[in-house]
């Protein structure tokens, strides 16, 4: 219980620490005319109160990644603690802080244009299709495992399948329709919800002294599977997550001042941060000297929610625990389809205020998703996984580029960075989705390649600076 409470205060003393020494460094300016007023539209860009923007953001990035990713990794031990107070502060943050204010002095831009713009490109091309691609897998994801847990809370009264259509017809009006004409509204209400489910979960963890494991660094997952790359693989949405560089840019283009963006991006993620503390904790104290493993295997990470929500809140907090955990996910796959048709119309320059120009883009992403419903959830998860952790490695290398070239200290940005990586890469290399080599023959060869994007990144600033007339921001240049 100690470390679980000492983690809690580590991550709040994060934001108001951490979090603003990231705001100084990028440098807010408070009289800048932000994209939800210079470019209002109607649809994307709108603008919209503080509070109201930081409920959507957390929906928008917490998906099932914080609860079921900390159930999974909750098989390490309490070392999944350390990596998600670490993550969370000093990379996931800052990663979100980052992507969702270079979006904001670039009109709102999505991560490919300003990887396109910062690393080359190239890169433009390239992120741009491993972004939607981890769009289409999270929408996918998020249609399948909240579908699975209304069809368990319902007792199976109402089929499988017209669950998984009434969310997919959802999607689509949502990831259609003006932001502030469903997400807008509705997202406060879910958010509250959320948050009720989750300090309903955390307080029962307190006040019954549940058995919640101390610190300690050994490994004890089952199957003894390495702690790096695949605790981070698989605790991504609590720590770190790509999939929040696709969302950061949609509220970009909703914000009213560049001051909110600490408490909506660096702070958002450092709740998520402490959702998936809970739930992690959880995990581990109400099976404590149970397979946890064996459970998982059972009924998946959703009947865990089931069993800690139930076991700690009766019947009545219990079903609104899983209704708060059932939105997660909902609220996320609405606007992973809108980031995916967001980033495909800003790929091929179309303007989305004609509802057809929008109609046109997003229906064969729906058609894709509903084929890949077939496919296995774990596979599904492992191939999200480890493109998450790619796309946050760029992410943090467009923010280090951004930093760098004005001679900021980027080391903020461009460690985790470095990190995220060596976390992909080797996962790629050792994992059989991968090129399933040997642990050791992995970090080898991940450790090369790292070396290599790092010098390219070096060339890379070093062509950016000598660039006179580059603009970091949409309107700025940089100084000489």
């Known amino acids: 219980m100690f470390t679980f409470l000492i983690a809690i205060a580590l991550l709040i003393i994060g934001y108001y620490t951490y979090g603003k020494l990231i705001e100084r460094i990028f440098g807010v300016k408070e009289a800048r005319q932000t994209p939800a007023y210079s470019m209002k539209d109607g649809v994307d860009y709108i603008?919209?109160?503080?509070?109201?923007?930081?409920?959507?953001?957390?929906?928008?990035?917490?998906?099932?990644?914080?609860?079921?990713?900390?159930?999974?990794?909750?098989?390490?031990?309490?070392?999944?603690?350390?990596?998600?107070?670490?993550?969370?502060?000093?990379?996931?943050?800052?990663?979100?802080?980052?992507?969702?204010?270079?979006?904001?002095?670039?009109?709102?831009?999505?991560?490919?244009?300003?990887?396109?713009?910062?690393?080359?490109?190239?890169?433009?091309?390239?992120?741009?299709?491993?972004?939607?691609?981890?769009?289409?897998?999270?929408?996918?994801?998020?249609?399948?495992?909240?579908?699975?847990?209304?069809?368990?809370?319902?007792?199976?009264?109402?089929?499988l399948g017209i669950i998984t259509g009434a969310i997919f017809v959802y999607y689509i009006i949502a990831t259609l329709l003006p932001v502030d004409k469903i997400i807008g509204r509705i997202y406060p209400i879910l958010g509250a919800l959320l948050l009720i489910s989750a300090i309903g979960v955390g307080g029962m963890l307190i006040v019954t002294g549940a058995p919640i494991p101390e610190l300690t660094l050994q490994n004890m997952?089952?199957?003894?599977?390495?702690?790096?790359?695949?605790?981070?693989?698989?605790?991504?949405?609590?720590?770190?997550?790509?999939?929040?560089?696709?969302?950061?840019?949609?509220?970009?283009?909703?914000?009213?001042?560049?001051?909110?963006?600490?408490?909506?991006?660096?702070?958002?993620?450092?709740?998520?941060?402490?959702?998936?503390?809970?739930?992690?904790?959880?995990?581990?104290?109400?099976?404590?000297?149970?397979?946890?493993?064996?459970?998982?295997?059972?009924?998946?990470?959703?009947?865990?929610?089931?069993?800690?929500?139930?076991?700690?809140?009766?019947?009545?907090?219990?079903?609104?625990?899983?209704?708060?955990?059932?939105?997660?996910?909902?609220?996320?796959?609405?606007?992973?389809?809108?980031?995916?048709?967001?980033?495909?119309?800003?790929?091929?320059?179309?303007?989305?205020?004609?509802?057809?120009?929008?109609?046109?883009?997003?229906?064969?992403?729906?058609?894709?998703?509903?084929?890949?419903t077939n496919m296995d959830f774990t596979l599904l998860w492992r191939y999200f996984g480890v493109t998450n952790a790619a796309i946050s490695a760029i992410a943090l290398f467009v923010g280090a580029m951004y930093l760098a070239i004005q001679y900021k200290f980027h080391w903020v940005a461009s460690i985790p960075a470095t990190f995220m990586t060596m976390v992909a890469l080797t996962f790629i290399f050792n994992a059989p989705i991968g090129f399933g080599l040997p642990m050791t023959t992995s970090y080898i060869a991940a450790g090369i390649g790292t070396v290599i994007i790092l010098v390219l990144f070096a060339y890379k600033l070093k062509l950016n600076r000598a660039e006179s007339e580059f603009k970091i921001d949409a309107d700025d240049k940089i100084a000489a």
Not at 122 to 127: F, P, R
């Open 47 to 159: 603008p919209m109160g503080t509070n109201r923007n930081s409920l959507i953001q957390l929906l928008n990035i917490a998906g099932v990644g914080p609860i079921f990713g900390p159930i999974m990794g909750a098989l390490y031990g309490p070392v999944a603690f350390i990596w998600i107070v670490v993550g969370a502060i000093f990379a996931g943050a800052v990663h979100d802080y980052l992507t969702g204010m270079i979006s904001i002095r670039n009109k709102g831009a999505h991560l490919p244009q300003l990887a396109g713009k910062f690393l080359g490109t190239g890169m433009k091309h390239i992120v741009n299709a491993v972004a939607v691609l981890l769009l289409l897998l999270v929408g996918t994801v998020f249609v399948t495992a909240p579908a699975g847990l209304l069809f368990s809370l319902m007792d199976g009264v109402i089929a």
């Open 221 to 372: 997952h089952p199957s003894g599977a390495a702690i790096f790359p695949l605790l981070m693989i698989t605790i991504a949405c609590g720590a770190i997550s790509g999939f929040h560089a696709t969302q950061s840019p949609i509220i970009s283009r909703t914000l009213q001042n560049e001051r909110n963006g600490r408490k909506v991006f660096y702070g958002m993620m450092i709740v998520e941060g402490i959702i998936a503390m809970i739930w992690a904790a959880a995990a581990m104290s109400l099976f404590y000297g149970q397979d946890l493993s064996e459970l998982i295997a059972t009924g998946g990470a959703g009947l865990v929610v089931s069993e800690v929500a139930f076991t700690l809140l009766g019947a009545i907090g219990g079903t609104l625990a899983v209704l708060g955990v059932i939105v997660l996910p909902i609220t996320s796959g609405d606007t992973a389809f809108r980031s995916a048709r967001m980033i495909i119309a800003e790929y091929i320059n179309l303007p989305q205020i004609k509802l057809f120009s929008r109609l046109w883009i997003a229906l064969p992403l729906f058609v894709i998703s509903f084929i890949l």
